[in-house]
């Protein structure tokens, strides 16, 4: 069994930049694939990226060349960096991680999710 914590969420200025942790117990090693996806009121949950096992990243057109995933292994956890906010990034914030998964940008892929992190950017 997997779980998943998202951490580093808030309020920011339009043009500001946050760090989005989500850490792991259990294993996530081995082929595991590791998605950020995000929520806004009255829209549908959305990919913005994700991180393969072989270290390939995605990024969701939104958010690519502001938005980074990184992993740290020996913690166990994944990161999102996001900076050049906007207010339109507003929205809870949920990682979910799988092994296996053959479209890792469909979100009912995902096995595990941790319970999201809320970011709102002001204008």
């Known amino acids: 069994q997997v779980q998943l914590v998202e951490s580093g969420g808030g309020l920011v200025q339009a043009g500001g930049s946050l760090r989005l942790s989500c850490a792991a117990s259990g294993r996530t090693h081995g082929n595991y694939v590791t998605g950020w996806f995000r929520q806004a009121p009255g829209k549908e949950r959305e990919i913005v990226g994700y991180?393969?096992?072989?270290?390939?990243?995605y990024y969701a057109d939104s958010v690519k060349g502001r938005f980074t995933i990184s992993r740290d292994n020996a913690k166990n956890t994944v990161y999102l960096h996001m900076n050049s906010l906007r207010p339109e990034d507003t929205a809870a914030y949920y990682c979910?991680?799988?092994?296996?998964?053959?479209?890792?940008?469909?979100?009912?892929?995902?096995?595990?999710w941790g319970q999201g992190t809320q970011v709102t950017v002001s204008s």
């Open positions: 979910a991680a799988s092994p296996g998964i053959i479209r890792p940008m469909i979100r009912d892929e995902y096995r595990y």
């Open positions: 991180i393969h096992w072989s270290e390939t990243t």
